[in-house]
């Protein structure tokens, strides 16, 4: 009976117990005590910036205008049309018609030897519109590749117009295409630039347009001439530019006439000599 008392006493103990050793075992370790005055507390983690990163540029989706000039340049002997091309400044409207339009351009570009091909001072000879004209004469406003000049419909218009005078027609081969302008032909003889709106072609002549440098054109009257038509038939009988001087040659007398003239005398005189002789003899027979 006493036995049994003291076991009942002790399953309640050991119970206590292991609660204990439970409850420290989930308790967690007490925090080591500072080392004396140089201990410090753990590095903070780094802060994290909520500022977002700039992303890196981006590369434009419009590409750059294409510059002709520039173009030539690179590829070198064109220096004489490249000085055609900013003395007339056509080289910025070519610019803003590749930068404006989705026709584009094919340029026939004159090497340095083709305008060397010319009569001496045929250029110092034209005017400021004349060498633009010349400029636009060897463009067409469209782009066309090599294939496309097989199926062109001639005459081809060109920058300078779309009549016949300033128009190009072309003929190709397998292996070439030949441009005529009515005063020059020649062929191209190689590409210098090509994409989907510029082709730049060279040419070993340079293309005359017709409405320049045809022979039938009429040249300009002289500053008095113009001047007296502007002022009317009045003013140029006053004035004293316009009038012819006094001829000083000797009237000629047609020798038809004076011979036609001798011979009517003549007969005359034979007529009253007849008559004469008529009446002479009709009187003697009266007596």
């Known amino acids: 009976m006493k036995m049994n008392q003291q076991c009942l006493f002790s399953i309640p103990l050991v119970i206590i117990l292991l609660y204990c050793t439970n409850i420290a075992a989930q308790s967690p370790a007490s925090a080591p005590a500072?080392?004396?005055?140089?201990?410090?507390?753990?590095?903070?983690?780094?802060?994290?910036?909520?500022?977002?990163?700039?992303?890196?540029?981006?590369?434009s989706s419009i590409p750059p205008p294409t510059n002709v000039t520039k173009i030539l340049e690179k590829s070198g002997h064109f220096s004489i049309f490249?000085?055609?091309?900013r003395s007339t400044q056509e080289e910025n409207h070519f610019l803003t018609v590749l930068n404006n339009s989705n026709n584009g351009l094919t340029i026939f570009a004159p090497t340095d030897g083709a305008f060397s091909g010319l009569k001496s001072g045929t250029l110092n000879s034209l005017t400021d519109e004349q060498k633009s004209e010349l400029v636009k004469f060897h463009v067409i406003p469209s782009f066309l590749s090599?294939?496309?000049?097989?199926?062109?419909?001639?005459?081809?218009?060109?920058?300078?117009?779309?009549?016949?005078?300033?128009?190009?027609?072309?003929?190709?081969?397998?292996t070439s295409v030949s441009i005529s302008t009515g005063l020059t032909n020649t062929s191209i003889s190689g590409t210098v630039y090509t994409d989907n709106q510029l082709a730049i072609y060279r040419v070993d002549k340079v293309l005359l347009p017709a409405d320049i440098f045809s022979s039938g054109k009429a040249p300009a009257p002289a500053p008095a001439?113009?001047?007296?038509?502007?002022?009317?038939?009045?003013?140029?009988?006053?004035?004293?530019?316009?009038k012819e001087p006094p001829s000083t040659a000797t009237p000629v007398v047609s020798t038809t006439t004076a011979s036609t003239s001798a011979a009517a005398v003549s007969l005359v005189k034979s007529n009253?000599?007849?008559?004469?002789?008529?009446?002479?003899?009709?009187?003697?027979?009266?007596?």
Do not use: C, W, Y
């Open 34 to 59: 500072a080392q004396g005055p140089a201990a410090s507390s753990p590095p903070s983690p780094p802060a994290i910036s909520t500022t977002p990163a700039a992303s890196p540029a981006q590369p």
């Open 82 to 85: 490249i000085r055609l091309l």
């Open 146 to 174: 090599i294939s496309q000049f097989q199926t062109v419909t001639n005459p081809v218009g060109t920058e300078a117009g779309n009549g016949g005078r300033v128009a190009l027609n072309f003929t190709t081969s397998p």
């Open 225 to 242: 001439v113009a001047a007296a038509a502007a002022k009317g038939p009045a003013a140029e009988k006053n004035d004293p530019k316009m």
């Open 272 to 287: 009253v000599v007849i008559t004469t002789g008529i009446a002479i003899v009709a009187a003697a027979f009266r007596l």
